[in-house]
């Protein structure tokens, strides 16, 4: 079993920043790719960041230049720096992690959520 433990979340001010942490734990062979998505209320599910084995990152459009995706490989943890945010930040964040265990081939797992919210 992988699981994904989500930290870092909370109330920030615009204009201020946060860093989420994202663990993985469990019979883990290879990360294949870790990602950040985030949903905020009343609308869909997006894509906010990804970074691949070989250390690629993307980015959406509306966080390029403030958000930083990074990893410690040998915590197997993802990292997720939110700088200059927004009120249109404000959204439950959730780690993706494309994880191969010893006993077969790639797939997706998910933290639990993490609540962070932008606001005066």
């Known amino acids: 079993q992988v699981q994904l433990v989500e930290s870092g979340g909370g109330l920030v001010q615009p204009g201020g920043s946060l860093r989420l942490s994202c663990a993985a734990s469990?019979?883990?062979?290879?990360?294949?790719?870790m990602r950040w998505y985030r949903q905020a209320l009343g609308k869909q599910r997006e894509l906010v960041a990804s970074?691949?084995?070989?250390?690629?990152?993307n980015y959406a459009d509306s966080v390029k230049g403030r958000f930083t995706i990074s990893r410690d490989i040998a915590k197997n943890t993802v990292y997720l720096q939110m700088n200059t945010l927004k009120p249109e930040d404000t959204a439950v964040y959730y780690c993706?992690?494309?994880?191969?265990?010893?006993?077969?081939?790639?797939?997706?797992?998910w933290g639990q959520g993490t609540q962070v919210t932008v606001s005066s």
């Open positions: 993706n992690g494309f994880i191969q265990t010893p006993f077969g081939a790639p797939m997706n797992y």
């Open positions: 469990g019979s883990i062979f290879n990360i294949n790719a």
């Open positions: 970074i691949t084995n070989g250390g690629i990152t």
